[in-house]
């Protein structure tokens, strides 16, 4: 249950060795946009040896490449790693279906990143794959294939999109990069994510993290009215009841118990479940 | 011409090592030399051995590189000099 997940680029060991100091709820460690073709083995070992040899305090994913043979080689160099899950961009039934073929044995937990416009035609198909946990929206190579700009407004077709179909399957759903260093903008975009419902927002600076991990952290006033509701539920054991003048029902209920879940989960410092 | 790989960068916590043909001789110049030039002459030693790479003389100028680093930017100057880096 992350807030935050920071791109690492594979090929800069101050990134990777310093990974758990950023306060990221999860880190993905990049091999794709970040890194030159030239240092994508570079990134590889670097990432292979760092990760064998050093135990971290946070989730750890990694952005595998979309080209084939450089997917394969990615897969290959952290088969055995002890990571969360992958990002896999361009995602698409298609390439969701390398992970058929990976070791049975071990989970294999994919997070999609959706930045074609074909594939908010394909949520159908990638969504039943076995291996899918969440669906990452990729909001710049997006705007690029639309000709459009990275703003509130053109985002808000492609987030609601993507997290009524994260929702409607169970999976966890991100919210794009913002791309500006002005914290100000940053915020509020990340304010408007967490209101659409997005359970996470990824970042692309160390900076980014904590105003991130403000705005997907309820407010005070919503986790007191969490506790009074789930207190009441717990007193009565009704399932239907008024608080404050307003009917509380099931889904109340649910939506509070969840809240103070995600509360506690931040407050500790994240779990292993995405 | 003699083929000469450079990996790695001067950045810190990272290293620049390369390779060229030679006769085994190590160089390091290291901002940490006075208190790990031995451990980090043995590391790249062994690495050199593990892989089985001979005839080369190796320069690496070191801006405080942890073991993992070191490691991992000779085996990818290893694999490039070899010529079977995989993009």
């Known amino acids: 249950m992350a807030r935050s997940f ?8 101050r990134m990777l060795q310093n990974m758990d100091v950023f306060e990221a709820d999860a ?4 091999f794709e946009d ?12 670097l990432t292979e040896r760092f990760l064998s040899n050093h135990e971290v305090s946070v989730d750890v994913y990694i952005r595998i490449n979309a080209d084939k043979a450089l997917m394969k080689a990615d897969l290959n160099a952290i088969d055995s790693l002890p990571i969360a899950g992958i990002v896999l961009p361009k995602a698409s039934p298609e390439t969701l279906n390398v992970f058929e073929f990976l070791n049975e044995n071990k989970p294999c937990h994919v997070i999609a990143l959706i930045e074609t416009p074909i594939a908010f035609f394909k949520f159908e198909e990638m969504a039943t794959h076995a291996c899918i946990k969440g669906f990452f929206l990729g909001g710049v190579d997006l ?11 053109s985002l808000l077709y492609p987030r609601s999109k993507l997290l009524m179909a994260a929702r409607a399957h169970n999976l966890y759903a991100i919210d794009t990069p913002w791309t500006s260093t002005d914290e100000a903008a940053l915020t509020r975009d990340a304010k408007e994510a967490a209101a659409l419902g997005f359970d996470a927002k990824a970042a692309i600076h160390p900076n980014q993290v904590h105003p991130i991990n403000q705005a997907f952290m309820p407010s005070q006033t919503r986790i007191e009215e969490a506790k009074r509701i789930v207190a009441m539920h717990e007193k009565n054991g009704s399932m239907r009841f ?4 307003q009917m509380i029902d099931k889904p109340v209920i649910e939506h509070a118990k969840t809240l103070l879940k995600k509360v506690r989960t931040y407050q500790s410092g994240g779990e292993n479940d995405v | 011409m003699a083929k000469t790989i450079t990996v790695g960068s001067l950045e ?4 620049m090592i390369t390779l060229k043909e030679g006769t085994g001789n190590v ?5 940490v030399a006075a208190a790990f030039y031995d451990h980090i002459e043995t590391l790249v030693r062994r690495v050199l051995k593990t892989h089985e790479v001979r005839n080369v003389d190796l320069t690496l100028e070191d801006r405080g590189a942890l073991d993992y680093a070191i490691e ?3 085996i990818a100057a290893i694999k490039r000099y070899k010529g079977d880096a995989n993009g």
């Open chain 2, 12 to 15: 810190s916590s990272d290293c």
């Open chain 2, 27 to 31: 160089h390091i110049k290291s901002v």
């Open chain 1, 6 to 13: 920071l791109f690492i680029p594979g090929n800069v060991p």
């Open chain 1, 242 to 245: 008024s608080l404050d003048g």
């Open chain 1, 34 to 45: 970040s890194v030159s073709v030239s240092e994508k083995e570079d990134a590889r070992l």
């Open chain 1, 27 to 30: 880190v993905i460690i990049d």
């Open chain 1, 143 to 153: 705007m690029h294939a639309l000709g459009g700009t990275l703003c509130s407004q």
């Open chain 2, 72 to 74: 991992a930017r000779l």
